[in-house]
Each structure stands twice: as C-alpha cells, then as structure tokens.
C-alpha cells in the first residue's frame, strides 16, 4: 500500500509514518511513502527501507502542477498498490482522483483546518475540497477523534457508514518509570535549563508553523501561574516559522527567566519525564499525540476542551480540562495541582496506565491493518458501494466559509501558475541499506 502525504513534515509529525511501519507486520503489511511537496527531510526513510518500503517524492511545485500529478500517478500504476492511504487535505484530493482513475481504494485521514491568533479558522479551502473529493471518489474516512467523527457528520460532511474512529498511539513501558530513572531526569532538566533545583517544571509542545497551538496563551497565563506558585519554571519545546515572533514576544513580557526553549526535539523524553506538568493550550486539535506522549511519561495534562483533548483526557484522573483561549482558567487549574504535590503523582501514574489501555502504538496499528484489510475485501469482492446521498454541506459547521471559497476558486481560475508537463519520474528518497 502507499502511504500519501503532503510533504515529510507532515508524515512524521501528523501521520506518525516512521513509528507506523516499525509497529505493524511486513509479512501481512508493505508500505511505501510518498510525499507530494518538495523537501529534503528525510529522518524517517530508514524505517521504510528496514520494512521493505520505500521513500518517493514527486515535488509538485503547487496544487496545480500538472506534471507531479502524472508522476504521482505513474507512481501509483507501476507500484501496483492494493490501497491508498492519504494524509491530510491536498493527499486526498490527488490520491482519490488517482485512486478513481487506476481504481485503487482509497482511505483518507483529514485534519482540521488552522486558525490565527484571533481565532478565525485560517482557510485555503483546501477541506471542503478534499471532502467533495473523497464524496465522489474516496472509499472510507478516518476520524482521529469522536469529536471530529460528530463534527464530519453534523456538518454533512459524510454519512456516518463512510467514517471510522481510529485512535492513534504512542509507544509506552509496560512498567512505571522508576524512581531513580525519574529524578535523574529531573536533575538534568533543572540543570540544563538553568532552573533551582526545587522548581517545579510545567512543559508544552508546540507546533510554531502557526498560533492554533495556543502558545500565546500560555504566555499571557505564566505571569499569574508564577504568581501564586512562584518556585515554577516552564519548557517549550517547538520550533516553526512564527519562532521568532514568539522570542520577540517573551522577551517583551519580561519571562526570559522563566522559560526555557527547546528547538531541537532530541531530549523530548528526558524533558518530559523530567518534568511534573504538561500543558496543551491548543486552541484546535483534532488529536495531539503530544498530550500521548506526556501521558505515557507519567504526567498529568492541563488541556483546552478542544478537538480529541477530552477523549484522550478522560476523567479528572489524569488531568483538567480548561476552556480554550482562558489563560485565567489554564493558570488556576495547573496552580491546584502544584499545590498537591501527592495528587500530582497519583494523576501522573493514572494518565499513564490510560495510554496502556486505551492508546498504545500497537493497538493503532493493528486497528489500521484491520481497516485496510476490511476495505481491500470489500473491494475485492465486489461489497464497497458509495452512499446514494449525504445532506447538504453545511461550510459553517465545518469552520469554512462558502463565500471565501467561491473567491479562492476565482483567484486559482484566473492566476494559476504555469503547468509543468515534465513527466519525469517520482524521485526515490535514499536507497535501501
């Protein structure tokens, strides 16, 4: 099967390609990878190569490069897939196009749209797109969420037979992290980040390529965290093309000294089990393997009741749920659980016996496999049919905006870019060995 994506950035930080294919069977199982964007970040093709796979990509220049739309479907031809797996909005509109034109099954997993600082959904109608596209020619939808499963359904995006709720997983020991493990970690991290040695440490991941992390709320939330619990320090660990603007911004605010920013994501590990605090003030997200990962290292999670944040969450067992954009609310509730330091722990041990249960990579895996295996069947034999009909799209429902998207089609109508009719082949990423 070929797994199809936007561009490597997206495999490895949405789609979890790489830890994928190290999880699943290669002798019921070969995936290959195949991104749609130029780029040269190739970290993961060794996962691929090890697995029998391979690394493609056909540098399309824009949406509408013509020739990396051929190549991509030469691609698809000579590999012979039995299936396709497109990720996010621009993979699904070319994969179920190809899919429809070399009658290869596709399955799309979707991602909602960003949003800017001021809340407003940011939009290249690139969504609605690709579900009118998958209406006519997909197979079957993953839903990360239930909560994005309601949101397809309400807003007439799918009928309910077409979406699948898959929940994605994290690599996570059997065992509790040891003691001694722990506060090794956490010497590090306080050493390493200039911190006291008592302090203590609330971390946040975040994805700088645009604000729907909720990154600034957090910064305008540290200053009352600090000020009713004055011995706590903070990590950020991203990095993205708003990275500037947000060192601008906290050196603005006077917090220098209570952050400690982590560009490079090598020590995630070690930061987080060193810490005793996860906050995901996202402001939009469908589901954060973030918060997973967190979780899995023993701490309890401060999250906005956003996208898949409750259903990854759970109970108050294993955090709080804060409303979005609330940077009063985000400081009071990471406040009470500073304040107890044994409930701390208690919800730290809590979220991670719920990764075990619930949200482990091998379970996602094999849950994957299952559905290819079903929707390959079904096509084999003749059972996959398409919904006679869905209600109306309703844009609003989606955070779309129909008006924006009959100009957007104007604009590509009259100044799309030159087409490149090179039919040059997808250029294999590395070699294998």
Do not use: C
Request: no cysteine; charged share 25%.
């Amino acid at each position: 099967m070929l797994w199809l994506t936007d561009s490597f950035k997206t495999a490895k930080e949405d789609a979890q390609a790489g830890a994928f294919v190290r999880t699943a069977d290669p002798t019921r199982l070969k995936v290959d990878l195949l991104a749609l964007g130029p780029g040269d970040d190739h970290r993961f093709k060794h996962d691929f190569h090890a697995s029998g796979g391979s690394v493609y990509q056909v540098n399309a220049l824009s949406r509408g490069d013509i020739g990396a739309f051929l190549r991509l479907r030469r691609r698809v031809k000579e590999g012979r897939y039995d299936l396709i797996h497109a990720h996010s909005s621009w993979a699904s509109i070319w994969g179920s196009r190809v899919g429809r034109l070399l009658r290869v099954p596709v399955v799309a997993t979707l991602y909602d749209p960003r949003v800017d600082p001021s809340g407003k959904t940011n939009l290249h109608k690139e969504e609605e797109q690709a579900i009118r596209a998958l209406r006519r020619w997909g197979t079957r939808v993953v839903a990360l969420s239930g909560a994005q499963w309601d949101r397809y359904v309400q807003g007439g995006a799918f009928s309910r037979s077409f979406l699948e709720v898959v929940y994605q997983g994290v690599a996570v020991s059997e065992t509790p992290v040891g003691p001694e493990e722990r506060e090794a970690a956490q010497i590090w991290l306080r050493r390493h980040a200039s911190f006291p040695p008592g302090a203590n440490i609330a971390v946040t991941i975040a994805d700088l390529d645009d604000w729907e992390s909720g990154v600034d709320v957090l910064l305008w939330a540290i200053p009352k965290i600090v000020r009713d619990s004055p011995q706590t320090r903070f990590v950020i660990i991203g990095e993205g093309e708003h990275s500037e603007e947000l060192d601008r911004r906290i050196r603005a605010r006077g917090l220098n000294h209570l952050i400690s920013w982590h560009r490079n994501h090598d020590d995630v590990r070690q930061i987080l089990m060193g810490s005793d605090l996860f906050i995901h003030p996202s402001l939009r997200d469908p589901f954060p393997v973030s918060v997973l990962n967190a979780m899995s290292a023993e701490l309890p999670v401060v999250g906005t009741r956003v996208g898949g944040v409750p259903e990854i969450i759970g109970t108050s067992e294993a955090g709080r749920l804060v409303p979005r954009s609330d940077p009063d609310a985000l400081a009071e509730a990471a406040v009470e659980l500073f304040r107890d330091p044994p409930r701390l722990a208690v919800m730290g041990r809590a979220a991670a016996d719920r990764v075990r249960k619930m949200f482990t990579l091998s379970g996602w895996a094999d849950r994957m496999e299952q559905l290819y295996r079903e929707v390959i069947d079904d096509v084999q034999a003749g059972r996959s049919t398409r919904p006679n009909s869905y209600a109306r799209l309703d844009v609003r429902l989606l955070g779309l905006d129909r008006r924006e998207t009959s100009h957007a089609r104007t604009s590509n109508r009259n100044g799309r870019s030159p087409r490149d009719l090179s039919l040059q082949e997808p250029v294999p990423v590395g070699a294998a060995g």
